[in-house]
């Protein structure tokens, strides 16, 4: 089965005719544009309490058996400042129920294990109207690199004398092409908290920590009060320094910062930025940094750079001083740049190991994956849970592919 999801808010039933034309059987066209998809928070109940299923209640939950039951799934997708908007992204997001939170190493990388036998080929499509060449070539590495970790070959239909459908090959993400800049050291920063956890989360940890050691010289302002969103825009046309720290989400921004960060407009100032991901190497962030530099442009500002810290998730199980040792060089990091008005190279450097795992370290963790250490964290969770035996389930196999 081959299925069409339109996840753009304008109908133009117009273009299903020209994608038919690709593929030699029916396709299902699921339209959810117009529906709302509720944002991912990071709740790991998919993992822990109901292994592979979504809680969530709305048609993305709907449509879940159709995607794992396709051999092809067409995305058709709206941008936004230079980037997938928040509606794609959330859609995106939510696919992690077909992923087990347990990790294998492939090529020095951390992945999720497969849940099912076999995925579909994920195929995009996004209008290239309005997008610089830099954002273009951002947005198709990520979407290779979102579908590699999804076990899944990428496509990308391009409008080219009609359509065309091009196989996407792996290609490292194009970053630092912009060079980190200073500003004014001991000004205020704003920094814009983008964590999507209701409670409990990794970044409030941190940035309570900043807060701690700078006091006065940092505002936050958490994302999650949505309600503030048009003033803190308004107010972004005149914040002199700006920074978004956020947890990694599917090799991106949580699709939360995504809309708001499509309501900025191009103003003076300076923008940086500070990623933290679960998985210990920085090398899953590179596509988000290289979009960053992108958006730095298009937004006007001076862009300070991007920090990279791995290896946070899980770190508030560890012994108060085990946190510290995490947390310190993050707070450090940030402090660089109200007091000395950039960051700091060599600090930048030191967080960012490892890029990625070497060989030796690769058969370490292997090793230690097969005698159960690694996934230890998950399955004492799944036993408290009382889910342990359902780890294994795969709720939204469909009987007819399964016997294929």
């Known amino acids: 089965m081959k299925t069409l999801i339109d996840l753009r808010e304008k109908k133009d039933s ?31 109940n998919c993992w822990l309490k109901t292994p592979g299923r979504c809680v969530m209640k709305d048609q993305m939950a709907e449509l879940y058996t159709d995607y794992v039951s396709s051999d092809t799934v067409i995305l058709i ?67 290779y690199r979102t579908a590699y970790h999804f076990k899944s070959k990428a496509y990308r239909i391009v409008k080219a004398r009609g359509f065309q459908l091009h196989q996407l090959e792996s290609r490292k993400a194009k970053r630092q092409i912009v060079p980190f800049t200073s500003i ?25 920590k900043v807060v701690e050691a700078l006091g006065d010289r940092v505002e936050i302002r958490d994302l999650k009060e949505k309600g503030k969103w048009e003033e803190w825009a308004e107010d972004f046309k005149s914040d002199k320094n700006i920074m978004f720290f956020m947890p990694l989400y599917v090799h ?8 708001f960060i499509e309501k900025l407009q191009p103003s003076k100032g300076s923008i940086s930025f500070f990623i933290q991901s679960g998985f210990p190497e920085s090398s899953q962030s590179h596509y988000l940094e290289a979009y960053f530099e992108q958006l730095a442009f298009r937004l006007g500002r001076t862009y300070v750079g991007t920090a990279i810290k791995g290896g946070v998730e899980g770190f508030q199980m560890r012994p108060a001083k085990a946190q510290e040792k995490i947390i310190e060089p993050m707070v450090k990091t940030i402090a660089d740049i109200v007091l000395e008005g950039k960051f700091n190279p060599t600090n930048i450097s030191q967080l960012s190991m490892p890029i990625r795992f070497g060989k030796a370290m690769g058969i370490l963790l292997k090793l ?37």
């Open 252 to 259: 991106a921004m949580p699709s939360q910062v995504m809309e």
């Open 77 to 143: 997708m709206d941008t936004a400042q230079g980037f997938i908007n928040h509606q794609a992204k959330a859609f995106l997001d939510r696919t992690i129920p077909h992923y087990h939170p347990y990790i294998e190493i492939v090529n020095g990388e951390c992945q999720h294990v497969a849940r099912y036998k076999g995925y579909p080929d994920m195929v995009f499509y996004y209008d290239r109207e309005g997008l610089s060449s830099g954002e273009e070539q951002v947005i198709e590495d990520y979407l």
């Open 184 to 208: 004014e050291p001991g000004e205020k920063l704003v920094i814009y908290s983008g964590s999507p956890r209701r409670s409990g989360s990794n970044s409030a940890l941190i940035l309570g």
């Open 368 to 404: 230690l994956s097969k005698a159960g250490l690694i996934n230890f964290f998950w399955n004492q969770q799944l036993k408290e849970n009382n889910a342990y035996e359902k780890r294994f389930d795969a709720p939204y196999l469909s009987l007819t592919k399964d016997s294929q």
């Open 14 to 44: 117009g273009m299903y005719e020209a994608v038919q034309n690709l593929y030699d059987e029916p396709l299902k066209i699921i339209r959810l544009g117009e529906q709302s998809i509720t944002p991912c928070i990071g709740c790991w």
